[in-house]
């Protein structure tokens, strides 16, 4: 066997040297069989040649070193070096024991002059004696070849196991490749997703004394000893009078769920403060960004009709799942199973503005829920502030073809920008903004725009049913700060607040979600995003062409056929209510599956959708958002050490808010409750005395390693424990809400009045936060959630943890000077930068 590491292409014309460094790796059991995917490029079909099965195969991983590609990422590799500068690599098979020809690598083209490294792959195929004959091959191109270090080759035959995994070439650590989304699919004969709803346990409501001194430990905290001893005095005396009653009612009013008959009591259902809340729509719901961007499609110029097409099929392939009911159950850590009554209201919901408060409606119905009339079948598209109506459901819940959907797509870009250069928007434009409005206000504008005409009626119906709000944005978002704003606002004439749920999709094909926070949790919507990521990851076809060229890898070739299901009716009583009016009239078509919404609009409604986009540009504008992206996060480093990721990433804001500000954070975290029936998330209080003493440490230069060390173990242990007491419904703050809410329906203002005030001290409810956090998968997803913050002079923080990678987006209001969105986020960096070093120091 020649050894060799190096040999140098010399190009003529500059009569510069490029230098070609080459190491054999091999990847798990190889099956050149896998290898058949159509979506090659034209560099792939050179780099990687179609190989035939056989028994063994080679794969070289070379990385090249030239001076023109400074600004080239690593995922650019291949495309630049064969598509710019042609270069060419063909090989012949060796048939048994004779030698073909072999021409070997030629540059062509000129090199200019800065330096960059790129690294990709080359197969060879069958027999070892074609390693050594392909590097004597090389020799003979120079003889200034240097062999100072030799490479080793190996032949990967089926079966062999190695010391290189294959993960170890996945440029992707935090998406491993072997996933699936087989964990979402049931493979039971009988409908499976709400089989054990009424087998779950109702949320237990904690002991009065037990709920106020739990409290009481939220804001002992941050409060000095005269004010702790005044909260003390008032929750000593709210005991005494006021709430014991109120506690009673708490009690009949949750004796009185059944969950045979499905009846729920208004204020003792979790956190019912968000679905109550008067918040404008776009601060009171959830935005994500989409976990492919990272990976599977990032940024690319004209590919929003392909992407848009695809998300479709996959949310369809979900929606699907729901409506046989084969979606899985899910548990959690510890074995729990969770409910998914929430799953229900994934699709075809609408939030309803009314007075004092606003109401849902889900329109979705399995197959086994007897229902007067068919789930939704069609989403709404929303081009330049124009809304189109499009059917992508078809019989037996199969959805339109790729070819037609495109179609459909591309029809309504060219009728959105025919309307637009001919200045005829007015009868679509802008009436988006109306859900963005003052809930008072949008309750009443509502009415008047049903009043106004019975298309306006119909049109209203088509769009709250719909199964989900498609937006194709016309901009190019840059930057993942940008995204932030736009997953939360963007210019709200092509959006639907209300809607249960939305996605955004850009001119270069970047995606963000929105989710209706008073209808489903944003991790609700979450699996629905890993399940797409998964289907994305099987199959390759559906990947961007620059991280199929940058992974190297063929796809799965997974089925994504979902069998029928039995035609037989479970006689679930677990139901949402299907009581609607269907009187309306219908909405003209434009083609079979196509229609536009066209409104009727008077002068009322047209002055006050031009107040309600001044009034939408100045809170879109006030708020700042910034991200952090931690790339160097050692998920496996704190697993060796045994250290919560969730507690780790707390830990780190904590610190970074007291470098910042000298003094500890009031910090809340949602965490879901769902082991309980119809339950949603409860606030934890994630600061606690170690994580202060902690902090305080940190900043003592006479402190040892080892003391800093003993109290990040303490804090981290305290987090877990407090994570989980209130994951177990011991948490204090849906109590404290219940509370507040059966003091205003028994018309007790004084309990009312206690209890707001108790509600404004820091962390003394999850609107007095001064870092309010969510994260919506410890499973490693990188979906990241974007947080609006809850007052004037806090954050907003959402996080995604990967193996790989640490994702935070931070948002503050610019009305406050003291808080800086940009800052937090660049020091929080260096907090988990410093964080991880502090593990490793010896």
């Given at each position: 066997?020649s050894?060799?590491?190096?040999?140098?292409?010399?190009?003529?014309?500059s009569?510069?040297?490029?230098?070609?460094?080459?190491?054999?790796?091999?990847?798990?059991?190889?099956?050149?069989?896998?290898?058949?995917?159509?979506?090659?490029?034209?560099?792939?079909?050179t780099?990687?040649?179609?190989?035939?099965?056989?028994?063994?195969?080679?794969?070289?991983?070379?990385?090249?070193?030239?001076?023109?590609?400074?600004?080239?990422?690593?995922?650019?590799?291949?495309?630049?070096?064969?598509?710019?500068?042609?270069?060419?690599?063909?090989?012949?098979?060796?048939?048994?024991?004779?030698?073909?020809s072999?021409?070997?690598?030629?540059?062509?083209?000129?090199?200019?002059?800065?330096?960059?490294?790129?690294?990709?792959?080359?197969?060879?195929?069958?027999?070892?004696?074609?390693?050594?004959?392909?590097?004597?091959?090389?020799?003979?191109?120079?003889?200034?070849?240097?062999?100072?270090?030799?490479?080793?080759?190996?032949?990967?035959?089926?079966?062999?196991?190695?010391?290189?995994?294959?993960n170890?070439m996945?440029?992707?650590?935090?998406?491993?490749?072997?996933?699936?989304?087989?964990?979402y699919?049931?493979?039971?004969?009988?409908?499976v997703?709400?089989?054990?709803?009424?087998?779950?346990?109702?949320?237990?409501?904690?002991?009065?004394?037990?709920?106020l001194?739990?409290?009481?430990g939220?804001?002992?905290?941050?409060?000095?000893?005269?004010?702790?001893?005044?909260?003390?005095?008032?929750?000593?005396?709210?005991?005494?009078?006021?709430?014991?009653?109120?506690?009673?009612?708490?009690?009949?009013?949750?004796?009185?769920?059944?969950?045979?008959?499905?009846?729920?009591?208004?204020?003792w259902?979790?956190?019912?403060?968000?679905?109550?809340?008067?918040?404008?729509?776009?601060?009171?719901?959830?935005?994500?960004?989409?976990?492919?961007?990272?990976?599977?499609?990032?940024?690319?110029?004209?590919?929003?009709?392909?992407?848009?097409?695809?998300?479709?099929?996959?949310?369809?392939?979900?929606?699907?799942?729901?409506?046989?009911?084969?979606?899985?159950?899910?548990?959690?850590?510890?074995?729990?199973?969770l409910?998914n009554?929430?799953?229900?209201?994934?699709?075809?919901?609408?939030?309803?503005?009314?007075?004092?408060?606003?109401?849902?409606?889900?329109?979705?119905?399995?197959?086994?829920?007897?229902?007067?009339?068919?789930?939704?079948?069609?989403?709404?598209?929303?081009?330049?502030?124009?809304?189109?109506?499009?059917?992508?459901?078809?019989?037996?819940?199969?959805?339109?073809?790729?070819?037609?959907?495109n179609?459909?797509?591309?029809?309504?870009?060219?009728?959105?920008?025919?309307?637009?250069?001919?200045?005829q928007?007015?009868?679509y434009?802008?009436?988006?903004?109306?859900?963005?409005?003052?809930?008072?206000?949008?309750?009443?504008?509502?009415?008047?725009?049903?009043?106004?005409?019975?298309?306006?009626?119909?049109?209203?119906?088509?769009?709250?049913?719909?199964?989900?709000?498609?937006?194709?944005?016309?901009?190019?978002?840059?930057?993942?700060?940008?995204?932030?704003?736009?997953?939360?606002?963007?210019?709200?004439?092509?959006?639907?607040?209300?809607?249960?749920?939305?996605?955004?999709?850009?001119?270069?094909?970047?995606?963000t979600?929105?989710?209706?926070?008073?209808?489903?949790?944003?991790?609700?919507?979450?699996?629905l995003?890993?399940?797409?990521?998964?289907?994305?990851?099987?199959?390759?076809?559906?990947?961007?062409?620059?991280?199929?060229?940058?992974?190297?890898?063929?796809?799965?070739?997974v089925?994504?056929?979902?069998?029928?299901?039995?035609?037989?009716?479970?006689?679930?009583?677990?139901q949402?209510?299907?009581?609607?009016?269907?009187?309306?009239?219908?909405?003209?078509?434009?083609?079979?599956?196509?229609?536009?919404?066209?409104?009727?609009?008077?002068?009322?409604?047209?002055?006050?959708?031009n107040?309600?986009?001044?009034?939408f540009?100045?809170?879109?504008?006030?708020?700042?958002?910034?991200?952090?992206?931690?790339?160097?996060?050692?998920?496996?480093?704190?697993?060796?050490?045994?250290?919560?990721?969730?507690?780790f990433?707390?830990?780190?804001?904590?610190?970074?808010?007291?470098?910042?500000?000298?003094?500890?954070?009031?910090?809340?975290s949602?965490?879901?409750?769902?082991?309980?029936?119809?339950?949603?998330?409860?606030?934890?209080?994630?600061?606690?005395?170690?994580?202060?003493?902690?902090?305080?440490?940190?900043?003592?230069?006479?402190?040892?390693?080892?003391?800093?060390?003993?109290?990040?173990?303490?804090?981290?242990?305290?987090?877990?424990?407090?994570?989980?007491?209130?994951?177990?419904?011991?948490?204090?703050?849906?109590?404290?809400?219940?509370?507040?809410?059966?003091?205003?329906?028994?018309?007790?203002?004084?309990?009312?009045?206690?209890?707001?005030?108790?509600?404004?001290?820091?962390?003394?409810?999850?609107?007095?936060?001064?870092?309010?956090?969510?994260?919506?998968?410890?499973?490693?997803?990188?979906?990241v959630?974007?947080?609006?913050?809850?007052?004037?002079?806090?954050?907003?923080?959402?996080?995604?943890?990967?193996?790989g990678?640490?994702?935070?987006?931070?948002?503050?209001?610019?009305?406050?000077p003291?808080?800086?969105?940009?800052?937090?986020?660049?020091?929080?960096?260096?907090?988990?930068?410093?964080?991880?070093?502090f593990?490793?120091?010896?």
């Amino acid at each position: 066997m020649s050894n060799i590491d190096s040999f140098p292409l010399k190009n003529a014309a500059s009569k510069s040297t490029t230098r070609l460094t080459s190491s054999l790796i091999f990847e798990y059991p190889f099956d050149a069989s896998r290898c058949t995917s159509r979506r090659r490029s034209l560099s792939q079909r050179t780099l990687l040649p179609r190989l035939s099965v056989g028994p063994s195969a080679h794969i070289i991983k070379f990385a090249v070193e030239n001076d023109d590609f400074s600004r080239k990422t690593p995922k650019q590799t291949l495309s630049t070096l064969t598509d710019d500068y042609k270069l060419s690599m063909r090989h012949q098979e060796l048939l048994e024991g004779d030698l073909k020809s072999f021409e070997s690598m030629q540059m062509q083209g000129a090199f200019p002059s800065p330096r960059a490294r790129f690294t990709g792959e080359m197969w060879l195929q069958n027999a070892s004696e074609i390693a050594d004959i392909e590097v004597a091959k090389t020799l003979e191109l120079d003889t200034n070849v240097e062999t100072s270090t030799p490479i080793f080759s190996h032949v990967v035959t089926l079966g062999d196991v190695t010391p290189c995994s294959y993960n170890e070439m996945w440029p992707w650590p935090w998406l491993p490749p072997t996933l699936t989304s087989s964990e979402y699919i049931s493979n039971s004969k009988l409908p499976v997703t709400f089989s054990h709803q009424n087998n779950l346990p109702v949320v237990p409501i904690l002991p009065l004394n037990d709920a106020l001194q739990t409290y009481l430990g939220s804001v002992r905290l941050f409060l000095k000893p005269d004010k702790l001893a005044q909260v003390e005095r008032l929750l000593e005396s709210f005991k005494e009078s006021s709430g014991k009653n109120l506690q009673e009612n708490i009690i009949t009013a949750s004796s009185s769920i059944s969950i045979s008959n499905n009846i729920s009591c208004t204020y003792w259902s979790p956190n019912v403060v968000a679905c109550l809340s008067r918040l404008e729509a776009p601060l009171a719901n959830s935005g994500i960004l989409a976990p492919y961007m990272w990976d599977l499609w990032p940024e690319r110029s004209n590919s929003q009709i392909d992407r848009a097409v695809i998300l479709i099929q996959l949310v369809s392939e979900f929606a699907r799942l729901l409506y046989s009911e084969r979606l899985n159950v899910f548990y959690d850590e510890l074995g729990h199973p969770l409910c998914n009554h929430q799953f229900r209201k994934l699709f075809s919901s609408a939030k309803i503005p009314g007075i004092p408060s606003d109401g849902t409606h889900c329109f979705f119905k399995s197959v086994f829920e007897p229902s007067h009339q068919e789930s939704p079948k069609h989403i709404i598209v929303i081009c330049r502030g124009q809304m189109f109506s499009l059917d992508i459901i078809l019989e037996e819940f199969t959805t339109l073809p790729a070819k037609e959907l495109n179609m459909n797509l591309q029809q309504i870009l060219s009728i959105a920008e025919e309307n637009t250069l001919n200045r005829q928007r007015e009868e679509y434009h802008s009436i988006g903004i109306l859900s963005a409005l003052d809930r008072d206000l949008w309750s009443e504008t509502r009415l008047h725009l049903m009043e106004l005409s019975d298309n306006n009626r119909s049109c209203l119906q088509k769009l709250e049913e719909a199964m989900f709000v498609l937006s194709l944005d016309h901009m190019k978002v840059r930057g993942p700060d940008r995204l932030i704003n736009e997953a939360l606002f963007a210019d709200g004439f092509n959006r639907w607040y209300d809607k249960g749920l939305s996605f955004y999709i850009y001119q270069n094909g970047l995606l963000t979600i929105n989710v209706c926070s008073s209808i489903v949790d944003a991790s609700i919507a979450n699996d629905l995003l890993r399940f797409m990521h998964l289907r994305i990851l099987e199959d390759a076809e559906k990947w961007d062409d620059e991280a199929l060229k940058s992974s190297g890898v063929m796809s799965r070739c997974v089925s994504n056929e979902i069998t029928t299901c039995l035609s037989s009716i479970s006689n679930l009583v677990d139901q949402p209510d299907d009581n609607v009016d269907l009187t309306f009239p219908s909405v003209p078509s434009i083609t079979d599956h196509l229609c536009i919404l066209a409104f009727d609009l008077d002068d009322t409604l047209k002055n006050i959708i031009n107040d309600g986009m001044i009034s939408f540009t100045q809170l879109s504008e006030n708020v700042s958002s910034a991200m952090c992206d931690f790339e160097m996060f050692n998920m496996s480093l704190l697993i060796d050490r045994e250290i919560d990721p969730d507690a780790f990433a707390h830990l780190a804001m904590q610190l970074t808010f007291y470098k910042m500000y000298f003094r500890p954070a009031a910090v809340g975290s949602k965490v879901g409750i769902r082991r309980f029936y119809h339950s949603h998330y409860d606030t934890m209080i994630t600061t606690s005395e170690e994580s202060i003493a902690w902090c305080r440490i940190m900043f003592d230069s006479s402190a040892s390693l080892s003391e800093r060390r003993k109290l990040f173990s303490a804090a981290v242990k305290k987090h877990v424990q407090t994570l989980e007491q209130v994951r177990s419904g011991k948490g204090c703050f849906s109590h404290m809400s219940a509370l507040r809410e059966a003091a205003l329906n028994s018309c007790d203002p004084t309990a009312a009045d206690i209890l707001n005030d108790m509600s404004d001290k820091p962390g003394g409810s999850p609107e007095s936060m001064e870092i309010c956090c969510e994260c919506l998968d410890p499973r490693g997803s990188l979906s990241v959630p974007v947080v609006v913050p809850q007052t004037i002079s806090s954050y907003g923080v959402g996080y995604a943890l990967a193996n790989g990678k640490a994702l935070f987006t931070v948002c503050s209001w610019k009305d406050n000077p003291g808080t800086c969105a940009e800052l937090f986020a660049r020091s929080l960096w260096r907090c988990l930068e410093e964080l991880q070093n502090f593990l490793l120091d010896k």
